[in-house]
């Protein structure tokens, strides 16, 4: 009996609340951990996350049995919580929002890259305008 094969990747990205630059070294780790976790258990296949103080990137590969919605609402969510009661980060907020683009296969190494190295993009300034929130094209960390 054939199976279904599906590949879509969606590259997703979200700041904090008021863009407060919160996610320091300490948090960035056990937070970008978390959501691996959390994208195994949905069985999305992560390829790169990556992010600066005020937001975070995450390029994954949709399980067909998951809208855009429910993986946003899901890791935007149980991540919240996880760094408000399980690192004691108590006034730690994701903004309500959030940007999800879709990654063609030929794509996906420059968007990886772009979102493993997301600390020299915005150091040098040389952000992808199409890969970021508008906030963040107008205001750079």
């Known amino acids: 009996m054939p199976s279904s094969h599906t590949e879509v990747y969606v590259h997703f990205v979200w700041t ?6 919160i996610i320091t070294t300490d948090y960035e780790e056990p937070l970008y951990k978390f959501i691996r976790s959390r994208c195994q258990k949905m069985q999305a296949h992560i390829t790169a996350i990556g992010g600066m ?16 919605s429910q ?7 149980s991540s919240s919580h ?25 794509a996906l190494e420059s968007v990886t890259y772009y979102i493993e190295n997301q600390k020299i ?21």
């Open 53 to 68: 103080p005020d937001h975070v990137h995450l390029l994954i590969r949709m399980p067909p049995s998951l809208s855009i």
């Open 82 to 106: 996880f760094v408000a009661h399980a690192l004691g980060q108590r006034d730690f907020r994701w903004q309500g929002a959030y940007g999800a683009f879709s990654v063609g296969k030929n």
């Open 16 to 21: 904090t609340q008021n863009r407060q630059p």
């Open 121 to 141: 993009h915005h150091g040098a300034h040389t952000i992808h305008r199409d890969w970021e929130p508008a906030d963040v094209i107008d205001n750079p960390s």
């Open 71 to 77: 993986v946003a609402q899901d890791i935007k969510g």
